[in-house]
């Protein structure tokens, strides 16, 4: 007799373990099956984020921002620490350990949620059956009354320059490398990119990034862009706009980068060529051609704005459906599907989903851009705040960089804030929760920030949207 459950969740990954825990906080019964394989073989829940992301690279880009600020900034404190050395098979080992701290953990929320976790492949079929392959064993079909697929996203590889997983990697290759490379090539200014060069950067690494667009994070305010390439090229890293590549031949001592840009045709030689231009769905295998289940042009699995697929009482979440590749994203339309299933209401306000890049300085942001705003024919205002003002940050040696918020000029509702600086991925959520509940400029001037403390930035700055900044001087 075949196993039947309520709902069954397929990926294990930030949206898919969420969205399990919260349908069986309903009561339903709940299977999660995932086949996540490290590079060790063994498997741990949690997928790309906690494995080979989100958390791994966070961990890489703390210890490594404090290697760079012991030997650079700390005298400036009056701290004097002698030679500071790098042990880079002890930082790895940090960054292993919290790895699997965390995804031993997802293991002891199914525990206590009594959600079965099941190790291997899943597959859906017709009349909403799964297929369910453990590692080691002959499939079974499951029953499920609802299903949400939450298979994630894998990198994307460039057919000029495949994955050798030696000389040219990918983004998970790239957090494991046991020694500094004296020259490393990375393919695409994004923030994996960005947050990946910075790492080695520190570490001791030439890096030199090749982004094919002509400006730098398209994706956010065009003032913040600005000034995270001047400090990014401060820090050392070689950032090439406009730079199309067109050969990459790994060798035994390397490899060798042939691009484009406006100077013509141009050759590097890199000891190690990161390849991060994006990711796509990991839709592989994942659902039967009678399914039902309807793929658009790019791979993405076709759902409404409440992430239901065409099929009745299937589900699809995370990076696998249109909208940011972003875990915070993934989790909450967990929570939004099987809210939905237990015949709750719920729903994900995409219009402030947050943004942010991991960098020094941090880089956050929410809502429209300014040339978004102008685009839409909306009156607007701006009012921004330099962190070279801020008594925090002065103390912290951290003054690059600025907060900017963007208002209607008609109502004052906030429509979009983006900061460079300090902690950034922090003080972005006062942005969101204000967003969320369509705060003014006003209701943010009026809300009392303690001092001295980065959060006066965003004070300052919607402040400064109405010419009012108190400790700076609006030009």
């Not at 500094?180 to 994004?190: M, R």
């Not at 960005?194 to 890096?207: H, N, T």
């Amino acid at each position: 007799m075949s196993k039947s459950f309520d709902v069954v969740v397929i990926g294990a990954g930030p949206a898919g373990y969420i969205a399990a825990i919260r349908a069986a906080q309903h009561g339903m019964t709940v299977a999660c099956i995932d086949e996540w394989q490290n590079k060790d073989g063994k498997h741990a829940f949690g997928g790309t984020c906690l494995n080979a992301g989100c958390i791994p690279s966070k961990a890489l880009l703390e210890s490594s921002e404090l290697f760079h600020r012991a030997k650079h900034e700390f005298k400036k404190h009056g701290i004097m620490v002698g030679a500071v050395e790098l042990d880079i098979a002890a930082m790895q080992k940090r960054r292993a350990s919290i790895v699997r701290q965390l995804t031993g953990g997802i293991g002891g929320l199914f525990k206590a949620n009594k959600v079965e976790g099941l190790v291997g492949h899943g597959k859906l079929l017709a009349g909403k059956k799964v297929e369910f392959t453990p590692a080691a064993g002959e499939a079974e079909i499951i029953d499920a009354r609802h299903v949400i697929l939450a298979p994630g996203s894998t990198p994307m590889e460039l057919k000029l320059a495949p994955f050798d997983d030696d000389r040219i990697v990918d983004s998970w290759s790239a957090l494991e490398f046991d020694e500094v490379p004296e020259h490393l090539g990375v393919i695409g200014a994004g923030i994996i990119g960005l947050e990946l060069g910075s790492v080695w950067a520190r570490l001791g690494s030439k890096v030199t990034v090749l982004e094919a667009m002509d400006e730098l994070l398209f994706m956010t305010d065009r003032d913040v862009a600005s000034v995270a390439g001047k400090e990014f090229r401060k820090q050392g890293l070689d950032i090439r706009l406009g730079a199309k590549v067109t050969s990459a031949k790994a060798g035994k001592k390397g490899v060798k980068v042939e691009f484009d840009d406006a100077s013509g045709e141009q050759v590097i030689d890199v000891d190690i060529l990161i390849v991060a231009v994006g990711r796509r769905p990991f839709t592989d295998d994942l659902c039967a051609e009678d399914s039902g289940i309807q793929l658009d042009e790019r791979g993405f699995i076709v759902v409404d704005d409440a992430c239901r697929t065409r099929v009745k009482g299937v589900f699809a979440i995370g990076d696998c459906v249109r909208g940011p590749m972003l875990a915070h994203k993934g989790s909450e339309e967990g929570v939004m599907a099987a809210d939905l299933i237990a015949g709750e209401s719920s729903e994900v306000n995409y219009d402030v989903v947050p943004s942010v890049i991991y960098t020094a300085p941090e880089i956050a942001w929410v809502g429209k851009t300014e040339d978004e705003v102008k685009a839409s024919g909306r009156p607007y205002k701006t009012g921004s705040f330099p962190f070279a003002a801020s008594g925090r940050a002065k103390v912290m040696e951290q003054t690059s960089g600025m907060v900017k918020v963007i208002a209607a000029k008609d109502d004052d509702e906030i429509l979009g804030v983006h900061i460079i600086g300090p902690m950034a991925g922090e003080l972005i959520a006062e942005a969101v929760l204000a967003m969320e509940f369509s705060a003014s400029t006003e209701d943010v001037q009026r809300t009392i920030h303690a001092h001295p403390s980065l959060a006066e930035a965003i004070h300052e700055a919607a402040l400064a949207a109405d010419n009012r900044a108190l400790n700076f001087v609006n030009r």
